[in-house]
T-cell receptor, first 115, second 110 residues
């Protein structure tokens, strides 16, 4: 049982390039999330999904797009990378939120540098 | 002003000491309070989870929530070098959206 797996673990991009970060979970969780973590800022929610085929904006969605074509996968795309998107990106998943707040399970992150 | 404030530290204590961590928040509607532990180059892992006010104990860890003061705490008793990590507080309303503190980095010296 791998939990939440993120690929790649590291990546360096040039300004203007595009890329996709992949998140896969094997816990049959309904909800999936993408966060970015920056020094002194904590974790900030970029986009999230409450089920297959659905996505919604979080706190800092600009410059990112997401897709949830399969329940177990959640993709985060950067169409035209900017230096301000240099960060550590975390994916998380949780069970259906029908009884209070279900804990979120995190992957180990993707470290992305934009030059 | 951030919705959740957490002193980033760093905090350095000798092995066996009590570690005291805290967060303050501004949204009185928060109902769920969590502490996550994050080791270097790893993702956060849930450590403690509390609903509403009160205390919760799990082994060497105690979480306290004081909603009247909008203040939450985490205490680690008999701290070990393996407790060296960044501790993140998080809280939410009745839904799944979490608001995180910036994290406090703790080092336990052997």
């Amino acid at each position: 049982n791998a939990g939440v797996t993120q690929t790649p673990k590291f990546r360096v991009l040039k300004t203007g390039q595009s890329m996709t970060l992949l998140c896969a979970q094997d816990m049959n969780h309904e909800y999936m999330y993408w966060y970015r973590q920056d020094p002194g800022m904590g974790l900030r929610l970029i986009h999230y999904s409450v089920g297959e085929g659905t996505t919604a904006k979080g706190e800092v969605p600009d410059g990112y797009n997401v897709s949830r074509l399969k329940k177990q996968n959640f993709l985060l795309g950067l169409e035209s990378a900017a230096p301000s998107q240099t960060s550590v990106y975390f994916c998380a998943s949780s069970k259906l939120q029908n009884r209070g707040n279900q804990p979120q399970h995190f992957g180990d992150g993707t470290r992305l540098s934009i030059l | 002003q951030k919705e959740v404030e957490q002193d980033p530290g760093p905090l350095s204590v000798p092995e066996g000491a009590i570690v005291s961590l805290n967060c303050t928040y501004s949204n009185s509607a928060f109902q769920y309070f969590m502490w996550y532990r994050q080791y270097s180059r790893k993702g956060p892992e849930l450590l403690m989870y509390t609903y509403s006010s009160g205390n919760k104990e799990d082994g060497r860890f105690t979480a306290q929530v004081d909603k009247s003061s909008k203040y939450i705490s985490l205490f680690i008793r008999d701290s070990q070098p393996s407790d060296s990590a960044t501790y993140l507080c998080a809280m939410s309303l009745s839904d799944y959206k979490l608001s995180f503190g910036a994290g406090t980095t703790v080092t336990v010296r052997a």
